[in-house]
């Protein structure tokens, strides 16, 4: 006697299984790219999420939310496809945090990116707070990088950020020099010296710019820290008074 739950389970994973490599098949050439989703369910450690207007899922972590991110069933949002696994439950894993998530939005939103003419040299990030972006021309070019990056009246920065739940991002100027290149990243504040010790970067600032410099509980001076695997202290100097 055939057991008919039993058939109709093998029926709906082999099913299963034929769909999952149709969706790994299809979806391969968009891996390492920007992709466009619709969450669909929502859990406690993770989102499905429909792509390609609902013909594959893709699997969103929680460890790939971007802080504060508020979520709802239907919320459209761009991802990164940071993987197409071949025997996976759901093969297609997206990200929000990834490094090359925000590397692609630039090339998709500012075309002197896309086109080679201006290269993003380094990424300090602390995903969903801030992000300092390090750009530079090709040689021989006119090409201003970071006016490139902002767009006019800043619409292509702004597309990005938007894209990334209103992360903070600011663009600075590339330097081979170490020295400048961190009064670069620390802009807009003001640096008054800054001296290289035998195992850490010491950085003079005004009082005034203190708070500046530690905003976002220091996130910025943390990043420099991890980026260079160099400390990085700060000291104030108080402003002389007038006799």
């Known amino acids: 006697m055939i057991d008919y739950q039993e058939f109709l389970k093998k029926i709906r994973s082999l099913l299963n299984q034929v769909q999952k490599e149709k969706w790994s098949k299809e979806l391969l050439p968009y891996q390492g790219k920007i992709i466009e989703g619709e969450i669909r369910e929502i859990h406690d450690d993770y989102c499905l999420v429909n792509l390609l207007g609902g013909k594959a899922v893709g699997y969103w972590k929680k460890s790939e939310w971007l802080p504060k991110e ?6 459209q949002l761009r991802f990164f496809l940071s993987e197409v696994k071949e025997d996976a439950d759901y093969p297609l894993i997206l990200a929000r945090k990834n490094n090359f998530f925000l590397q692609k939005l630039f090339a998709l939103e500012v075309p ?3 086109e080679g003419r201006v290269v993003i040299r380094d990424v300090l ?13 090709k ?5 201003d990088p970071v006016r490139a990056c902002v767009g006019k009246n800043g619409l292509r920065i702004n597309n990005i950020i938007n894209s990334l739940n209103r992360e903070k991002i600011s663009l600075v100027y590339w330097s081979e020099n170490t020295e400048q290149l961190i009064i670069n990243i620390l802009s807009p504040a003001k640096i008054i010296s800054l001296i290289k010790k035998k195992d850490h970067w010491l950085v003079i600032v005004p009082q005034s710019e203190m708070s500046l410099i530690l905003a976002h509980g220091g996130s910025v001076v943390k990043l420099i820290s991890e980026y260079l695997k160099q400390k990085i202290h700060i ?6 008074k007038k006799i």
């Open 139 to 143: 040689e021989n070019s006119s090409i």
């Open 112 to 114: 002197e990116i896309a």
């Open 235 to 240: 000291k104030s100097l108080e402003p002389k």
């Open 70 to 75: 508020k979520l709802w069933k239907g919320r």
């Open 125 to 137: 990030r602390d995903p969903g707070i801030l992000s300092k972006v390090a750009v530079e021309s």
